[in-house]
């Protein structure tokens, strides 16, 4: 038995408790579930030449027209930069728009124009269509637990559950 061969099968030993643990396998699902369902979102956005970055744009609009692009960026955990990236595309498509804030000369409001409006409905339809088909392969009961569950979870990385809460209603 030569080196290499040694070095493996001792490392497949050592990577065997964390694969029967429950909390380990488990949670590799839902990591590979949620890539998965990103994937296929993805793939069924492409006929609207959307992206799913823009698609949780868009929806944030949808529910909080008027939002800064400071407090959008927070919702979507991502930095300012990727905000000032992704917004001039969405705007050059004419699917968002800025507009002043009527309270702060300084800061920019967004909105999606009535073109935008449409767009989000289409996708989100794609949207809702793909969970519905991977959600109706649980019980209504199942899907309260995952839900509760993952609420848990995202209120336990945010440090309060206030904060999970709002994050629930932002997605």
Known sequence: MNNKQGVSQDSAVEDAPMWANPRFRNWIAVARACHLVQQELARKLKSLDLKTPHLDIMVNLVRSPGISQ???????????????????????????????????????????????????????????????????????????MVGDCMRRIAAHLLGHSDDADKTENTR
């Open 70 to 144: 400071q407090d959008l960026a927070r919702k979507l955990f991502v930095g300012r930069s990727n905000m000032t990236m992704l917004l001039p595309q969405l705007e050059k498509r004419d699917l968002v728009e800025r507009r002043p804030d009527p309270g702060d000369r300084r800061a920019l409001r967004l909105y999606l124009t009535p073109q935008g409006e449409a767009l989000a409905k289409e996708a989100i339809a794609i949207q809702a269509g793909i969970i519905d088909d991977i959600m109706s392969l649980s019980t209504p009961e199942e899907c309260e």
